[in-house]
């Protein structure tokens, strides 16, 4: 997919394996998490490297970001390990970019492990401490999501708000599940949620009234909308028949099993909300980060009307997405993917984004 970067960085005294993936800067820095994992194999890293940094970039270029799309894998050393050298050791291989590659924490890694980073380049965000940490990103996620559903329900039901409206919630008691359930709440739904945490569905249960259902039990559901904020790939071949709702809108990344998975949900007369459209409010909050910590703006600079500015171009997007894939007769994951892909073109052939 046109890549324009990889970087292997070995580094023999702290056992350092790393891939950098540096999929565009066509919009500015490549920005996007380190993964640390047990690959059985350099190849598969590889892979995962050059998908994850794919679909970076077009989560950043969708939500009108001035940043591209990056992503690292560390391949986890087998055995006892020195774990700060080894994230220094990898700041330095992110320092060697000279700011094409900004990085920040993902599975298998801690905002300490970004500490570490840190020492050895300016180039990290999602630090815990500092002027330019802003914390915990779930709460503008679950508002962007509940934005977008709110979107999709105009569309699918022809209402302008949620009262009475059925939703189901897969990881309600998750970061971004807990808070989306409070927004629901607020706005008069119905929920429906589901989670392993059973104390945190408890408390779910007290707060908002929700009615816990299985782990299983919430594919089925007679409910309008499907938020699915825990795992990816729960839309699959397994799931995709039991799924009552008409609306399937939530956070988790790669809700999708595989991209075909999209036609199918059309076939069904579903209406499917691309994830990473959805879940961009994160991504907005950390970005505001970029701006303090590497770009130099002052941390006083964290912006709320900028972020809502954003927010409002998420459901904008979202909408043009869902009125294209109304018109075409073709999936809406398909067609984010075309947006996106045209516009790093344009971005890459230098046309200005209309929304950075
Ligand atoms: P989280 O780990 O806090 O929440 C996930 C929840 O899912 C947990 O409560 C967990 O107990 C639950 N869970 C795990 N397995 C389950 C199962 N089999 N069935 C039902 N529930 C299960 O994570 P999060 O930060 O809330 O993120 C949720 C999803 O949204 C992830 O896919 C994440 O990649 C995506 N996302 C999060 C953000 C963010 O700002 N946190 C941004 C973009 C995308």
């Known amino acids: 997919d046109n890549h324009e970067k990889i970087l292997f960085a070995t580094d023999e005294k702290t056992g350092l394996k790393a891939i950098i993936g540096v999929h565009s800067t066509a919009t500015g820095p490549g920005a996007g998490g380190c993964r640390m994992w047990s690959y059985p194999s350099s190849a598969e890293a590889l892979e995962d490297v050059l998908r994850l940094s794919q679909g970076m970039s077009y989560k950043n270029i969708m939500a009108g970001l001035p940043i591209g799309g990056g992503k690292s894998v560390i391949m986890k050393p087998e055995g006892d390990f020195d774990r700060k050298a080894l994230f220094e050791a990898f700041g330095r291989a992110v320092e060697s970019l000279g700011g094409q590659y900004i990085t920040a924490e993902d599975v298998g890694v801690s905002p300490a492990d970004m500490m570490a980073v840190r020492s050895s380049t300016k180039n990290v965000v999602g630090l815990p401490e500092g002027q330019a940490a802003t914390g915990d990103p779930s709460p503008v996620t679950a508002e962007g999501v509940f934005r977008g559903m709110k979107v999709c329900v105009e569309r699918g039901l022809g209402k302008s708000d949620l009262s009475g409206v059925r939703i189901a919630v897969q990881g309600a008691a998750g970061h971004v599940g807990a808070y989306l359930c409070g927004h629901l709440a607020n706005a008069g739904a119905e929920l429906f949620i589901t989670d392993i945490n059973e104390p945190g569905l408890k408390e779910l249960e007290a707060e908002h009234g929700a009615k816990i259902v299985g782990l299983d ?128 073109e344009d971005a890459r052939s230098g046309k200005v984004m209309e929304d950075a």
Not at 280 to 307: F, H, L, Q, R, T
Not at 313 to 334: A, V, W
């Open 217 to 344: 039990e919430i594919y089925g559901l007679d409910v309008d909308v499907f938020a699915p904020c825990a795992l990816g790939a729960v839309i699959n071949e397994d799931t995709i028949d039991q799924i009552q709702a008409k609306i399937i809108a939530g956070a988790a990344n790669n809700q999708l099993k595989t991209r075909e998975m999209g036609a199918e949900l059309q076939k069904r007369g579903k209406i499917y909300a691309p994830d990473y459209v959805l879940n961009a409010g994160g991504i907005i909050n950390v970005m505001s980060e970029i701006g303090i910590g590497i770009m130099g703006k002052p941390a006083s600079d964290y912006d709320s009307g900028w972020v809502e500015n954003k927010l409002v171009g998420l459901e904008k997007t979202l909408g043009e997405i869902l009125d294209l894939s109304d018109k075409e007769g073709r999936p809406s994951n398909i067609i984010a993917d075309e947006i996106a892909r045209n516009r790093i």
